[in-house]
């Protein structure tokens, strides 16, 4: 090879290694005219996890990504225009970061995606206490159970959009819920009947002052018809396993018998019960000891919405020599 075809060889190489840069898609191309961004999605709790799935948009232009199951993404925005990109997820709070496009063609950053609130159980339901002579107590109960994997929940509030009034649920360390009772005072209503199918919406409020709306309910029923114990009653003295009687609950909605004992006292004490009777008993023998003392017992009907009226106390006292 002479040595003209060497040089000619050498600077068809060198002309070669530098063609890609003259690619209008080579991001090394002065005239490149796409600017590129990449990052990851993670969750804000801990241990902070990838959150896949998560559509990512660049505005104004509109292109979109997902996220893969590592969390990562890719976009190539044309024109090298400053904008938004949006995240969003339907399981966490959107959000948003703002790109100003420098020198540099390439951005990389991660974002971290505050988890929504998660309603995981609603009740709302009726409770109708009996009372001497003729009395009837009736209570609203919103109960609700509710997670968010970022515990960061500040407060639950309960809405009833027809009243335009809102109430706090109190959390409820026993029963591990946001639960609240309302009289029909709470409420400004002549009687309980009259929230029946009036929607209710429920508000979790986060430390951050978020607000999200994560579901409603409404009451289905109240029961006013009432429970007549039998026996005993009237102070009637008993064994130490009586038999409560009582007469047919005839309603046509489905139901069960849930059955309370409880020291006839100023404060009185639980001291037997049993739940999930039949709705077609109308007996059930106590099935351990009373100590001899003065007692009462009442008598539930509970529908399969929770809705629950209660029979009068009957009061009894245990001899055991009786």
Known sequence: MSRLTAVLAI??????????????????????SFGRIT???????????????????????GQQSQTDGLGKFELLTPGMVDGWLIFTHPDFRSDSVYVHWSPEKMIDFNIYLNALPQLDSLAVYSIVLNR??????????????????????DSV???????????????????KSYLREFSILDLAIPNLEEMVGRPLQLTVTDVFSHETPVGQGQLVRVIHEEILSVSPDGETITGPRPTLVWQPFTVEFQFRYDIEIYTNEVAPQLVWAEQGLD???TSFSVDTDLPDAAYFWVIWAIDSFGN???????????????
């Open 11 to 32: 600077l068809t190489i060198l002309s070669a290694c530098e063609a890609p840069h003259k690619n209008p898609l080579d991001p090394k191309n002065p005239d490149y």
């Open 39 to 61: 990052g990851s999605v993670y969750t804000v709790s801990l241990p902070v996890e990838a959150v896949p799935q998560t559509l990512v948009s660049w505005q104004p232009a």
């Open 132 to 153: 001497f002579p003729s009395l009837q107590k009736e209570q609203l109960v919103v109960e609700a159970q509710i997670s968010d994997r970022d515990n960061d929940i």
């Open 157 to 175: 509030k309960t809405r009833f959009p027809e009243q335009a009034i809102e109430f706090y649920l109190p959390y409820n360390t026993t029963t």
């Open 279 to 281: 709705r077609y008993q």
């Open 308 to 322: 629950r009226t209660r029979s009068k106390p009957a009061a009894f006292q245990v001899k055991e020599d009786h």
